[in-house]
């Protein structure tokens, strides 16, 4: 069967270690080489993942503070169309507390305008009367009492129809 035979021993392990020399010499550096590249493709995809994943996180943190500025900005916004609401209501009750004043003081000027012509009227009235009174006594040639008399009556009843 199987017999070691030392001469085939000696030439078999010579032929494996030239092998493993021409393997060394031809494949090593070629193997070596694509290992070094690999590593170095790898090394630097890492790093460029790195620097992509630093830059995505400041652009996230911009993002985020770009986002907070703009909430600020809207409650900004908001807050000064709520102050700016509540000045046009403050400036529209105002105005109409104004106008309601206003109307007032007008009906008033205008009660005294009435009242102040009732009166030119009323003296006018009683001018005329007391000029038709004066002319019925002159007519009639009353005496002074009777005159005076006639005159208080008049005045009295004039009074009594301007009180009521």
Known sequence: MFQAEPGLMIWTAISFIILL??????TYKPITKAL???????????????????TAETLLED????????REEAQKILAEGKMMGENIKKEVIQKAHEES??????AQ????????KALMELK???????IMAASKVIEKALKKKDHEQLLDEYISKIGEKYES
């Open 21 to 26: 020399v021409l393997l060394w010499k031809v």
């Open 36 to 54: 070094k590249n690999r590593e170095d493709s790898i090394r630097d995809s890492l790093e460029e993942a790195k620097k992509t994943r630093e």
């Open 63 to 70: 993002y985020k503070k770009q986002l907070a500025q703009a």
């Open 101 to 106: 004043n206003q109307i007032v003081k007008r």
């Open 109 to 116: 000027e205008e009660i005294e305008f009435q009242k102040e």
């Open 124 to 130: 006018e009235r009683i001018a005329d009367h007391t």
